[in-house]
């Protein structure tokens, strides 16, 4: 009858079982009788001894029927789940696989899907709840791999898909034939979907824009000041016994603050506009170069001026690059670009890889022409061992720094993002309203 639905029924380690709920057993058992007996493969190998405090009488069967992992049907990440040392994780996950494993149906007999989500979501479940962010129990979700071989069939029925702003791109065809009526971001870049191939089938697309606003602002003037002040370089001299002739050279060498400097940004959508005012805050002119602002209010309220990227390039202390990757922006800050900045300036590129070309900047590094540039996004990520930037050495090394693509992260903007995310696609899904933030 499920020849192909082969369910096994395996105990946790003694270390655990004591957060397992005894009703969850019961409730385990009697689904497992449900089954028939040739579809069920129990292990019998656990220390009995070591549970009996817990269940009582409940016996060997009662024990091996604790966890049922349908294998066609689950993912590894919730088989993985099933075996989670949070109580309520692992008990969400076993009802969705008994759901998944005592409905039959045609489709099933046929080795295809039977159940139908809501919502498909390319990044583990176990990333909200970190969050302290529980998805909507009203909406029936699988959490997938974006290189799950089930996903295509999976979108068939998906009414929405939820995905992760940084990671691979999405083939257009996974699109196509399918029910999904909103492509949901959790952060502010839409680069992983093909956008002409969804605004073609009419998908909105929408992000949670100004999520990560104070936590990119931070990582901005932070950089800054480690790079102007030469904080990291500092450490790994101390490091290297140098502590005495480093200081010197850092007195010597009349190391400015961020007070009174001229600060670029490239791009005044939220985030640049949060950076501009973070900037704004320590004692720094503002100039920024975005030809439709998000808020031009708000840039005169700090005295921030709109100028020509020439402009900004020429005389800013420090630029700040804010823009999303499209057309126009890739290779947006290229040779001629940099080489128009400002000598000894600053370079934040916290936008997104492929908007700087990467070999002219460790160029402009190795020759001294920058004071030092603080990277966290790359035109591949994770970036291969031969980026240019990697091949850096001494001085031009020490004004580099580097991070993997972090800079919006940190747990109060991680929450929000979330939240916002599973508001917008609660909203859409269950009570028919227009989708929030949408982008295209």
């Known amino acids: 009858m499920m020849a192909e639905a082969h369910a096994v029924a395996r105990v946790l380690g003694a270390e655990d079982e004591q957060h397992v709920h005894i009703a969850l057993f019961q409730r385990l058992l009697d689904a497992l009788q449900a089954l028939p007996s040739h579809a069920v493969e129990v292990d019998p190998l656990f220390p009995v001894d070591a549970h009996e405090a817990q269940i009582g009488a409940a016996g060997r069967a009662e024990l091996a029927a604790c966890f049922i992992v349908l294998q066609h049907e689950t993912s590894p990440l919730n088989r993985a789940k099933l075996y989670s040392t949070k109580p309520q994780e692992r008990q969400r996950t076993a009802e969705d696989v008994l759901f998944a494993a005592l409905v039959p149906s045609p489709a099933r007999q046929k080795g295809m899907h039977s159940v139908s989500y809501d919502v498909i979501c390319l990044r583990p479940e176990a990333d909200f709840l970190r969050a302290g962010v ?38 257009a065809s996974l699109f196509e034939n399918t029910s999904v009526k909103l492509v949901q971001v959790t952060g502010a870049g839409v680069d992983r979907v093909d956008q002409p191939t969804l605004k073609r089938l009419g998908i909105p697309v929408c992000n949670v824009p100004g999520g990560s606003n104070y936590a990119v602002a931070e990582y901005a003037v932070t950089a800054a000041s480690v790079l102007l ?74 005295g921030a001026k709109s100028v020509s990227l020439d402009e900004l390039l020429r005389a800013a202390d420090v630029v700040s690059l804010h823009v999303p ?19 000894g300036a600053i370079l934040i590129q916290v936008a997104r890889g492929g908007i700087v070309d990467e070999a002219a900047l460790a160029r402009h590094l190795a020759s001294g022409h920058l004071g030092g540039a603080a990277v966290d996004v790359y035109s591949e990520e994770p970036p291969p061992p031969e980026n240019p930037l990697f091949a850096l050495k001494g001085d031009a090394a020490r004004r580099l720094l580097l991070t993997p693509h972090v800079a919006g992260i940190t747990r109060q903007s991680t929450a929000v993002l979330f939240k916002t995310a599973w508001e917008n696609v609660e909203r859409v899904l269950k009570s028919g309203a227009a989708p929030q933030n949408r982008v295209y």
């Open 325 to 343: 990757l499209l057309p126009a922006t890739r290779g947006m800050i290229g040779e001629a670009q940099l080489s128009t900045m400002k000598p």
């Open 134 to 171: 529980t998805p909507p129990a009203s909406l029936k979700t699988a959490y997938r791999a974006p290189d799950d071989p089930e996903l295509p069939a999976l979108m068939k029925t998906a009414r929405a898909l939820l995905i992760g702003a940084v990671g691979p791109r999405l083939p």
């Open 229 to 302: 002040r030469r904080f990291a370089w500092a450490d790994s001299e101390i490091r290297a016994g140098n502590y005495t002739g480093f200081r010197a050279r850092m007195i010597a060498d009349n190391l400015s603050g961020l007070d009174g400097l001229a600060v670029g940004v490239v791009g005044l959508g939220t985030i640049g506009l949060a950076v501009a005012q973070a900037f704004h805050k320590r004692g720094c002119t503002i100039a920024y170069f975005d030809p439709a602002p998000r808020d031009e209010r708000a840039a005169e309220a700090i």
